[in-house]
């Protein structure tokens, strides 16, 4: 039988950043799914706080070298990757001087302030993240987005490559987590986030300053299925997701690796 490939987009994974719920998942759970039979790919972003020597990153200089247009401004994208200790699950890592590197933390400075520009980081990792799949030649079945940094891909996966070959038949899951941005991400997201067929007049039906909120009821519309990771999730969110009638997995507790696995099969035979 041929394996199912899945495709985990996450925002945090340990032990590249601290311990929390969402960067465990994003380490334990594609080594689960590994091991259930599945094969996978896992990208997170180079954030400016992981240390590359000890985490032995290096780049891939074959799948580096692309520039991405954002507002009409040329990013260079560069991917490097690592091994995780002990599992040996490879991880690729989005990088760029001006969204990751020249920054210390994650999504906050040192004085607890969010970055004004995370919203463009988000759509510059989505779409870093979906141009290095298709350079690596690989189809993914399900697509597992984790993270609000990664909750741009759905539209994305939905949209602007929804006739590629990588991708046209993939499935699109959205994990809600606890963890939020608490401003905007700033007057010219829609705008930013245009990309092909991804127009902003799609973006209509949300509120013109997107927040944690309108990014997350975004993902939600253009998921195939959702899941609730975890404690204390958004519950305006949970309710959103379930009011759409999408293939819901409530928390399923610390043994969620056996309901990960029906939730993803369940998903794959609908076709």
């Not at 020249?102 to 040192?110: I, Q, S």
């Not at 010219?188 to 997107?210: G, Q």
Request: net charge negative; aromatic share 12%; proline share 5%.
């Amino acid at each position: 039988m041929v394996k199912k490939k899945v495709l985990f987009i996450n925002q945090e994974i340990a032990p590249y950043v601290p311990e929390s719920e969402m960067s465990i998942m994003g380490r334990d759970l594609p080594q689960s799914m590994q091991e259930s039979g599945f094969e996978i790919r896992t990208f997170m972003p180079k954030w400016g706080s992981i240390n590359e020597r000890r985490g032995q990153l290096h780049e891939v200089i074959r799948l580096s070298g692309m520039n991405l247009i954002i507002d009409d401004t040329d990013h260079s994208l560069i991917i490097k990757v690592a091994s995780i200790p002990v599992s040996r699950i490879q991880v690729y890592f989005i990088d760029n001087e001006d969204y990751f590197l020249r920054r210390k933390a994650m999504t906050e400075d040192e004085s607890g302030m969010e970055y004004p520009d995370n919203g463009e980081r988000a759509i510059f990792f989505a779409r870093g993240v979906l141009e290095t799949v298709k350079k690596l030649r690989w189809t993914p079945d399900i697509v597992h987005c984790q993270g609000w940094m990664a909750a741009v891909v759905p539209l994305y996966i939905k949209t602007a490559y929804h006739e590629d070959p990588s991708f046209a038949k993939s499935k699109v899951i959205t994990s809600l987590f606890h963890n939020q941005p608490k401003t905007s991400l700033g007057d010219n997201f829609k705008r930013y986030v245009e990309f092909r067929s991804a127009k902003a007049d799609l973006l209509k039906p949300y509120a013109e300053k997107f927040d944690f909120m309108e990014l997350g009821k975004m993902a939600i519309d253009y998921s195939d299925g959702i899941i609730e990771a975890g404690q204390n999730v958004n519950q305006k969110l949970v309710e959103y997701a379930t009011s759409k009638k999408l293939p819901f997995l409530a928390n399923p507790g610390k043994d969620y690796a056996s309901a990960y696995d029906d939730f993803y099969n369940k998903l794959l035979a609908e076709d």
